[in-house]
């Protein structure tokens, strides 16, 4: 089997056993920006030069070898531009959000979610896809990504606002996260017809460092799940990523409907894997901090620990815990890597 074919397989058949020295599936978890410095193109100059960006996500890929390719990913507040909102680039990073869509939750009702088929950005983004897929989707997943709605509710309304709306404006946030779902579906939506094949909703919003379990339960789970099934339909695998520490809503994640759970480093993998069993397959979740400033050796002896700690049960993806710094070293992500594929040799 090529590699996109043993990720599918360890997804969805929970219940493989990996013998002694079977490599283990290995992959990064977005590192749309980290590929583009790789050759000096900024997240700006990809959206003028969509076949530039593939072209450099693709020969990045060939030096590392990451079972899952995510084009797209860094973009994600693309889609608060699209609906009028104002964003801003960094000379190396993300994109922030200048200024919030929304003033207020009625404003919503004034947007126009078509918009976003409609955005020279997003379109572009799009492309990316489809050539990426074209050059390397017979050999590796390739994939995309976007905000989840609790964070794109954040992002549209922000977050203080949202936080407070929590305990002051109940129906209005359910307003919200019922547009926020349906705006993450119809961003979503067409990058399958584009070639991505698992789907990454990252809700770092929805944190346990950011929201209680009560409130994640009651404006998260019930759209995360709404989003999870209907991108399904469409044929998609999807993966769910929440930064920091959400040991206290493992439970939760496999009542959401998604494949694949990627965990911060926070999070103990011993522990969730006694909480999730083979439900859901567990990826994760080497400090990106180690990637960017330890040596090879210590970026092995991470990965090492995180294969063992996540057991011999072969329902487990080793990743990093979060979206790589792009000023990762180019030897740590092949020493991540290959700490994987060499998992017989290397851990014992």
Known sequence: MNRRDVVLQIINSKKIKKSKGDPISTALLSGGTWAFRQQGLTLRAGLNAPEEAARIIVETNQKVGSDIVWPGSGYHNLLIEALGGKITFRPQGNIDVAESLLRSVAEIDSIQIDFLNR??????????????????????LVGTSSWGPFTLAGQFLGVEKLMIGLYKDKLGIH???????????????????????????????????????????????????????????????????????????????????????????????????EVLGNKVTLAGNVNPMILKDGRAEDVVAAAGQCIMDAGQEGNFILMPGCDIPPSVPLENIQAFIGAGLDEGKEVK
Request: a negative charge; charged letters at 20%; proline letters at 3%.
């Open 119 to 140: 955005d020279v950005g997003i379109e572009s983004v799009r492309k990316m896809i489809v050539l990426t897929h074209q050059a390397i989707g017979r050999e590796y």
């Open 175 to 273: 307003a919200l996260m019922d547009f926020a779902s349906e705006v993450c579906f119809q961003y979503l939506a067409p990058a399958v017809t584009s070639g991505a094949s698992i789907l990454s909703i990252a809700e770092p919003t929805a944190s346990g460092d950011l929201v209680s379990l009560r409130h994640f339960e009651e404006f998260v789970a019930p759209y995360l799940t709404k989003v999870n099934e209907r991108l399904k339909q469409l044929g998609a695998v999807t993966t769910l990523h929440i930064c920091g520490n959400i040991t206290d809503r493992l439970a939760v994640v496999p009542h959401l409907g998604v494949d694949l759970l990627s965990v911060d480093y926070k999070v103990s993998l011993k522990y969730a894997k």
